[in-house]
C-alpha cells in the first residue's frame, strides 16, 4: 500500500527519513532502559554521602521538593496504568512520553531544589544546577550522568571518543547487552549535543553581533572564535537529552511511531521501557531528597501520602 | 461435734496461721478425707501441706498415705515395700523426666489413659494443671500409633508441643518408631508422623496418610461465641474432616461443666469432667475496684497492683489485660516499680530489639526490668522468646492478653486479673475466669499459686459445650451451615435454600473458601458475573499482579469482604491497602515505616506513641497480612476462577501472589521459621550460608538448614546465635 502521507513528507524534506528516526526514538530509550537494569531496584546508594545535608531547606523550598515528587508520581503512575493496559500502542505512545518526560523532569526539579535550595526560574538555570549536582554526586547511575561541558567541536570530539573508548554501537541496531546500551546512549549524546551545538549557532548567525559585524557563517577565524568562545561555556546533560527526546516526539516523530508499517511489538517495547526509565529515575530522585529533607519533614510526607493519595500504588 | 466444715475451716485457719501440729493436723485431715465429702477442699489442703514438706517431715508416712488415697501418685514419695512397688508399678507412665525416672500418673490421668489404650475416644475437662497433654505425649511414648494429627488453637501451641515431642523425633536404639514431626501443610510425610496443625491447617491439608488417632485441644472452641465465629466454625469443618479419617479421638479442655447430649451420643465417646480434681492451690484474692470509666478505675487498680508487685517481689508473675494496648501501657508502668535487673543477657537483648524494631519501642526499655508484654501482635519467635525467657525466670513478669491463656504453660506462680473484661464491651465470665486463673500454680514447682482479681468475680460461664457440627445446631452462621451433612431440618432448610437456589456459584466453591461470608462471595461472583469481559484482564494474572491489578483485587477486598475492618485502623482504604503491599513488596524496612507512622499520626493525637506505632504495624503484618488477606485473596481466587471457566475464559491464579504477601516478601520457609522461633531478621542474616531459595520446599529448606547449623559466615551476633542455635534442634 503506497504510503500517501509519507511521500508527500519526503518529497517536501529529504531529510524526513521514517525508518531512522523510528529507530533513533526506539533504541535509545531501549539502551537507557538496558543501563537501568543494571542498577535497578535502586538501593540505598545515597546513604553516606548524603548524611551531612539534612536540615538545611526551608519550608517552602521543602514544600517545591514534595510537590515536584508528587507531581512525578503522578506521571508515573499515569504511565504505569496506560502500559500495563496497553491495546494498541501506536495510540498512546505520544501521551506515554509526554508523561515519561513529565515524571523525569518533575524529580529532576525535585532533586536540585532539595541539593540547591534554588528554586530554578527556567530550564537554562535548571540545565546548569542539574549538571552541577551530577558533577558532584558520582553516584548518580551511569545513563543519567553523560555530560559535558565545552562543546567546542576538538573537545566534543575528545570526549565522545573517550567514552567510546572502541565502542562504535549506534541506534540503528536493537542493543542486546550492556555494552552496546552504552554505545548506543553516547550515540544519542553526541546526536544531542550535535543538536544543540547547530542551534547554537545558528542563534548565533542570527544574533545582533554577529549581523552588526555582517558575520554570514564561521568560515573566518573571528567567526570562529565567537563561536567557541560561546561554546565553551555551554553544557550539555542527561536533562539536554530528555528535553530534545520529548521534542522530537511529541513533534514529527510521534508520526513515524503511528504510521505505515505495523511496529506494534516495538513500541510496545519502547512504552514498557520508558516505564522501566522513569520508576528508576524517580526511585533516584525520592533517595536523593529523603537524605536532603528533614527526616521528620518526609517521613511525615510519605505516611501523608499513604493515607491520603489517591494514586494507585506501583511497584 | 465439730462439723466437716467447720474442721476444714480450722485446718486452712491453722494452715495459715503457721502454728500447726503436724501430726495432729494431718491426722484430722485423714478424718476429714475419711468422710468423702467435700473432695476438693481436702485435696487443696493435702497440696497446701506439699508447699511446707518439711513440716510434716516427721509425719511424712500420713502425708503420703493421703496423697495415694487421694490418687496424687507423682507427689507420693514411694517406699520399696511389696504394696508401693505394685502401686508404682501400676501407675507408671510411659514417659521419662528429667532425671531419667518413670514419670507417674495421678490416678485421674490413670483412668483416661486406660481408655486411650483401650482405643475408646475421650472428651475431658478438666483444670490446666491436671496434666491433660501429657497423655497425649503418653500415648506417642507408647509408640504404637503411626499417625496422629493433634489441632490446637493457635501457633504458639504448636510450638510447645513441638519442642515437647522432639525427643520421639530423634534415632533411637531402644525404638525402632520414630515420628516426624509436620507442622506445614506442604510437608513430606514420613512413616510414622506426629501433625501438629491450627484448624485451618487440617482443612487446607490434602492427603492425610491413614490416621490412627487424633486430638482436639481446646475443645470448646468447637462451640461458635457467635454469629461470626469463623475460627469455630474452621474448627468444626476440621474435626468432620477428622472425624471422617479417623474413630478414634480424644478432646480436651477446661473447666467445661457439660456437653450436648445429642452431640454426645452421635460422637459415641466418653465425657469425662474432672473440673474438681486439683493439682495445685489456689490463693484467690478479690479486689474491689469502684465504679466508673477505664481511667478513673485504673488509678485504683494500680494503687492495689504496686502493693502486690511489692509484695511478690521476684515470683513468676502473669498480669491480664484485656487489650495489647493495655499491656504494653501497664508493663511501662511496672518499669518503674521493678528495679533493673542489669542483666547482661537481657542487656543484650534490649539492644537487640531496638536495632530490629526499633529504639524506641518501649518493650526494648522493660525488659531490662524483667518485664516483658506478650499478645497476639508480636511476631511469633519474640512472643516465643519472652515465654521461653519467662519460664527460664529470666523475666519474671509477663502482662499479657487473652493470647497466653489459650493453653501456653508457663510457670507463673502468680495471676493477677488487672481487666475484669475480655475486650471493651464483654465481662469476664467465670469459665475465663478459671482459665486464666488456672494459670497460677504448677506441679512440683509452685504447689499453690496466687490469683489477685480486680473487680468482681464472675459467676456465668459456659454451660454447655455443643459440637454444632455434630448436633446439627441452627444457631451457627449460614458458613457452617453448609458444611452439615443431609438431611437438613426445615428450619436449617429455609436458611440454607438462597444458596441451593443459585447458580451463580456452587456450594463446592463456597464451602471451600471457608471464614469468607458466603453471602458476600455470592454478591462478588455475581458483579463479576455482570462485569466479567472488562474485569477480566485485570483479575485473570499469575504470579505477581501488576499495579492495577493488584489495586482492583484490593477493591475488591474491601468492597464485598470488608478487609479494612479487620485491619484495627492500620489501613483506611483499599488505595492504602496497596500502598501497604507495595511498601512491602519494595522490602521497606519495618523501622522506616513505624518512624512514619509515629510521624504523622501524632502530629493530630498527643497520645498516639511509638508503642502504637509498632503495634499497629505489627498488628498489620501479622493479622492482615499473615491470615486476613491470604483468606480472602484466596476466596477472590477460587471465585474468579469459577467464574472465568464458567464463561471459557482463561483464569488467574494469584497463589504465588498469597505466599509471597503472606511472607512479608521473603523466602517462604524462612517466614515459617518464625514459628519455630528464629526471628526473620536471623533467618536472613543465615541464610547467606544456608542458600534457601523461595522455591525450595520447607523439607529441603530444613535440610539445608541442617547441613550447616553453624557458622562463622552467619555474622551473628551473640544473641542471635543463641536464639539460632536453641531452636534450631527442634526443625
Redesign the interface.
Known amino acids: 500500500m503506497k504510503k500517501w502521507l509519507q511521500t508527500r513528507l519526503t518529497d517536501e524534506d529529504y531529510a524526513f527519513n521514517p525508518d531512522f528516526a523510528f529507530l533513533g526514538t526506539v533504541n535509545w530509550i531501549n539502551c537507557l532502559a538496558h543501563n537501568c537494569n543494571d542498577f535497578y531496584p535502586v538501593e540505598s546508594m545515597f546513604v553516606p554521602e548524603l548524611q551531612e545535608k539534612a536540615n538545611s531547606l526551608s519550608i517552602s523550598n521543602e514544600n517545591r521538593v514534595f510537590e515536584y515528587l508528587f507531581m512525578a508520581q503522578h506521571s508515573l503512575v499515569g504511565l504505569n496504568t496506560i502500559v500495563e493496559n496497553i491495546t494498541f500502542p501506536s495510540d498512546v505512545c505520544k501521551l506515554c512520553v509526554y508523561a515519561w518526560y513529565d515524571c523525569i523532569l518533575n524529580s529532576i526539579r525535585a532533586m536540585v531544589i532539595s541539593n540547591t535550595g534554588i528554586i530554578p526560574q527556567n530550564e537554562i538555570q535548571l540545565e546548569k544546577l542539574w549538571f552541577e549536582l551530577v558533577e558532584e554526586f558520582d553516584f548518580i547511575p551511569v545513563p543519567f550522568r553523560l555530560q559535558i561541558k565545552d562543546l567546542t567541536e576538538c573537545n566534543v570530539k575528545n570526549e565522545i571518543e573517550s567514552l567510546r573508548n572502541g565502542n562504535l554501537f549506534t541506534l540503528n541496531s536493537f542493543a542486546s547487552n550492556y555494552e552496546q546500551a552504552f554505545g548506543g546512549l553516547v550515540s544519542y549524546f553526541s546526536g544531542t549535543i550535535k543538536y544543540y551545538v547547530d542551534c547554537e549557532k545558528n542563534k548565533l548567525l542570527e544574533s545582533e553581533l554577529f549581523i552588526s559585524q555582517g558575520i554570514l557563517n564561521f568560515r573566518t577565524n573571528k567567526a570562529k572564535e565567537y563561536r567557541d568562545t560561546h561554546l565553551s561555556n555551554l553544557t550539555i546533560s542527561f536533562l539536554s537529552c530528555l528535553t530534545r527526546f520529548k521534542g522530537k516526539v511529541l513533534e514529527r516523530d510521534s508520526i513515524f511511531l503511528s504510521y505505515g508499517n505495523v511496529q506494534d511489538e516495538k513500541v510496545t517495547k519502547m512504552l514498557n521501557d520508558l516505564l522501566l526509565v522513569a520508576k528508576c529515575f524517580s526511585d533516584i530522585a525520592e533517595q536523593f531528597c529523603a537524605k536532603n529533607i528533614d527526616p521528620s519533614a518526609w517521613r511525615l510526607f510519605r505516611a501523608d501520602l499513604d493515607e491520603n493519595s489517591r494514586l494507585t500504588a506501583i511497584f | 461435734m465439730i462439723t466437716e466444715k467447720g474442721l476444714e475451716v480450722v485446718l486452712r485457719e491453722q494452715l495459715n496461721s503457721g502454728s500447726i501440729e503436724p501430726q495432729s493436723f494431718l491426722l484430722n485431715l485423714v478424718e476429714l478425707h475419711n468422710t468423702h465429702s467435700s473432695e476438693r477442699n481436702v485435696q487443696d489442703l493435702i497440696i497446701r501441706c506439699l508447699e511446707n514438706r518439711e513440716r510434716f517431715k516427721e509425719y511424712g508416712h500420713i502425708l503420703d498415705y493421703l496423697l495415694e488415697a487421694r490418687g496424687l501418685f507423682p507427689y507420693k514419695k514411694f517406699d520399696d515395700n511389696f504394696k508401693d512397688k505394685i502401686t508404682k508399678n501400676i501407675v507408671t507412665s510411659p514417659l521419662i523426666n528429667e532425671m531419667g525416672g518413670s514419670k507417674l500418673f495421678h490416678i485421674k490421668q490413670f483412668d483416661v489413659y486406660q481408655l486411650l489404650m483401650k482405643r475408646k475416644s475421650v472428651i475431658l475437662s478438666a483444670p490446666t494443671s491436671f496434666g491433660k497433654t501429657l497423655l497425649v505425649e503418653a500415648l506417642i511414648a507408647t509408640r504404637t500409633l503411626s499417625n496422629i494429627v493433634i489441632v490446637v488453637p493457635t501457633l504458639s501451641l504448636i510450638d510447645e508441643l513441638k519442642k515437647k515431642f522432639h525427643k520421639y523425633t530423634v534415632d533411637s536404639d531402644e525404638y525402632v518408631v520414630k515420628y516426624k514431626i509436620i507442622t506445614q501443610v506442604n510437608q513430606a510425610h514420613g512413616n510414622n508422623n506426629i501433625f501438629l496443625y491450627t484448624q485451618e491447617r487440617v482443612i487446607e491439608k490434602e492427603g492425610f496418610p491413614v490416621i490412627d488417632f487424633f486430638v482436639v485441644d481446646e475443645f470448646y472452641k468447637l462451640m461458635p461465641q457467635g454469629m461470626d465465629d469463623y475460627r469455630s466454625e474452621r474448627l468444626n469443618i476440621a474435626f468432620k474432616k477428622l472425624l471422617s479419617l479417623c474413630g478414634f479421638f480424644y478432646m480436651l479442655g477446661p473447666n467445661i461443666k457439660n456437653i450436648n447430649p445429642l452431640t454426645l451420643s452421635k460422637l459415641g465417646c466418653r465425657y469425662i469432667d474432672e473440673s474438681n480434681f486439683i493439682t495445685v492451690a489456689t490463693n484467690e484474692y478479690t479486689f474491689t475496684i469502684p465504679p466508673g470509666n477505664d481511667a478513673e478505675r485504673d488509678v485504683t487498680r494500680n494503687e492495689y497492683l504496686k502493693k502486690i508487685i511489692n509484695n511478690i517481689s521476684g515470683e513468676q508473675t502473669i498480669i491480664y489485660c484485656k487489650s495489647p494496648k493495655r499491656a504494653s501501657i501497664l508493663a511501662n508502668l511496672l518499669s518503674e516499680i521493678i528495679p533493673l535487673k542489669k542483666e547482661h543477657d537481657l542487656n543484650s537483648l534490649s539492644n537487640w530489639l531496638k536495632e530490629t524494631f526499633h529504639p524506641d519501642w518501649s518493650q526494648s526499655k522493660i525488659i531490662q526490668h524483667g518485664i516483658c508484654a506478650h499478645h497476639a501482635k508480636l511476631p511469633r519467635s519474640i512472643a516465643s522468646l519472652f515465654v521461653d525467657l519467662f519460664n527460664e525466670k529470666r523475666i519474671n513478669v509477663l502482662v499479657c492478653t487473652s493470647t497466653l491463656i489459650e493453653g501456653v504453660n508457663t510457670n507463673a506462680k502468680n495471676i493477677i486479673i488487672y481487666d475484669d473484661c475480655i475486650t471493651k464491651r464483654v465481662q469476664l465470665d467465670s469459665f475465663t475466669y478459671n482459665n486464666i486463673a488456672g494459670r497460677s500454680g504448677r506441679m512440683f514447682e509452685h504447689f499453690v499459686g496466687n490469683v489477685f482479681f480486680f473487680g468482681e468475680k464472675p459467676t456465668d460461664g459456659l454451660n454447655q459445650i455443643d459440637i454444632p457440627i455434630i448436633s446439627h445446631s441452627d444457631n451457627v452462621p449460614d458458613s457452617l451451615l453448609l458444611h452439615y451433612d443431609e438431611p437438613y431440618s426445615e428450619k436449617i432448610m429455609g436458611r440454607l435454600n438462597k444458596y441451593f437456589d443459585q447458580d451463580v456459584l456452587s456450594i463446592d466453591v463456597i464451602n471451600k473458601n471457608s471464614g469468607v461470608p458466603p453471602e458476600a462471595q455470592l454478591e462478588f461472583a455475581s458483579d463479576l458475573m455482570e462485569n466479567f469481559q472488562s474485569w477480566h484482564?485485570l483479575m485473570c494474572w499469575n504470579n505477581m499482579p501488576?499495579?492495577?491489578?493488584?489495586?482492583h483485587i484490593n477493591k475488591m477486598a474491601e468492597k464485598y469482604f470488608s478487609i479494612k475492618s479487620f485491619a484495627s485502623g492500620a489501613v483506611?482504604s483499599d488505595?492504602?491497602l496497596?500502598?501497604?503491599?507495595?511498601?512491602i513488596?519494595?522490602n521497606e524496612t519495618l523501622k522506616?515505616i513505624i518512624?512514619?507512622?509515629?510521624?504523622?499520626?501524632s502530629?493530630d493525637d498527643d497520645d498516639f506513641t511509638i508503642d502504637d506505632a509498632v503495634l499497629r504495624n505489627f498488628d498489620f503484618r501479622r493479622k492482615i497480612l499473615g491470615h486476613y488477606y491470604p483468606v480472602i485473596i484466596n476466596a477472590i481466587n477460587n471465585i474468579q476462577e469459577y467464574v472465568f471457566t464458567k464463561f471459557g475464559y482463561k483464569a488467574g491464579n494469584y497463589k504465588a501472589f498469597i505466599l509471597r504477601v503472606e511472607s512479608l516478601n521473603v523466602t517462604p520457609s524462612l517466614m515459617t521459621l518464625e514459628e519455630y522461633g528464629i526471628p526473620i531478621s536471623i533467618s536472613l542474616k543465615a541464610n547467606k550460608v544456608w542458600k534457601v531459595k523461595d522455591s525450595d520446599s520447607f523439607d529441603e529448606a530444613i535440610d539445608k538448614i541442617k547441613c550447616c547449623s553453624y557458622s562463622d559466615d552467619f555474622k551473628l551476633s551473640e544473641l542471635e546465635l543463641k536464639i539460632l542455635e536453641k531452636n534450631i534442634i527442634f526443625l
Open positions: 484482564k501488576n499495579s492495577g491489578q493488584l489495586n483506611k488505595v492504602q496497596s500502598r501497604k503491599i507495595v511498601s513488596l519494595k522506616d518512624d512514619q507512622d509515629y510521624e504523622y499520626f502530629e
